[in-house]
C-alpha cells in the first residue's frame, strides 16, 4: 500500500504537476500570422460580416423584382383579355362577356393592389437598411477609428451588389 500511495505522487498528483505559466505561454503557437492583432481579426471579421448582409439584402431585392415581374405578367395577361372583351360592340356581348370583363377588372384591381403594396415594402425595406447603414458605419467608426477599411468594404460591396433603383416597371 505504501508503495502505492508514492506512484500517485509521482505521477501526476497535485503535489509533483507544476506548471510554468511563462513557458506554456510561449509553447503555444497560434495558426494567426504573427503580424495580425486581434483587433485586425476583429475588424476584418466585421467586414465579412458586413458582405454577407450587402448579399443578403441583395437577395431579397432580387426576391421582390422577381414577385414585380409576375405581377406584371400576370397583370399583363388580363389586360390582353379584357382588351380583347372590351372590343366587342356592346350589343354583341352575352352576360357571360359582361360577367368575365367584371371578374377580370376585379383580378386586374387586385394585381394592381397587390404590386403596390410590394412597391411599399421595397421602399420601407430601403429606408430601413439605410438607417441599419448609418448606423453600422457609427459602429465600424467608433470600434475600429483607425481603420477606414470598413468603409471602403461596405462602399464597394454597395456598389457592386446593389442597385440604386431596382426596376419596378409595370405600368398600369
Not at 505522487?9 to 503557437?29: C, F, N, P
Not at 481579426?41 to 437577395?59: A, Q, S
Not at 362577356?97 to 394592381?112: A, F, H, M, P
Amino acid at each position: 500500500m505504501e508503495k502505492e500511495r508514492r506512484t500517485s505522487k509521482q505521477y501526476g498528483s497535485l503535489e509533483r504537476t507544476h506548471v510554468d505559466a511563462e513557458k506554456s505561454a510561449e509553447d503555444v503557437i497560434s495558426m494567426a500570422d504573427s503580424t495580425i492583432t486581434v483587433e485586425d481579426i476583429e475588424g476584418e471579421l466585421c467586414k465579412i460580416e458586413r458582405i454577407r448582409d450587402i448579399l443578403v439584402r441583395r437577395e431579397s431585392e432580387l426576391r421582390y423584382m422577381m414577385d414585380d415581374i409576375q405581377l406584371c405578367k400576370e397583370i399583363t395577361r388580363l389586360k390582353t383579355e379584357l382588351q380583347k372583351l372590351v372590343s366587342i360592340p356592346d350589343k354583341d356581348k352575352s352576360k357571360e362577356d359582361r360577367e368575365k370583363e367584371e371578374e377580370l377588372l376585379k383580378q386586374i384591381n387586385k394585381l394592381v393592389e397587390t404590386r403596390d403594396f410590394l412597391v411599399d415594402d421595397v421602399e420601407f425595406e430601403r429606408l430601413r437598411e439605410r438607417e441599419e447603414d448609418r448606423e453600422m458605419a457609427a459602429f465600424l467608426q467608433s470600434k475600429f477609428p483607425k481603420s477606414l477599411a470598413a468603409k471602403d468594404v461596405e462602399e464597394n460591396a454597395a456598389t457592386l451588389f446593389r442597385c440604386e433603383e431596382p426596376e419596378m416597371f409595370c405600368g398600369r
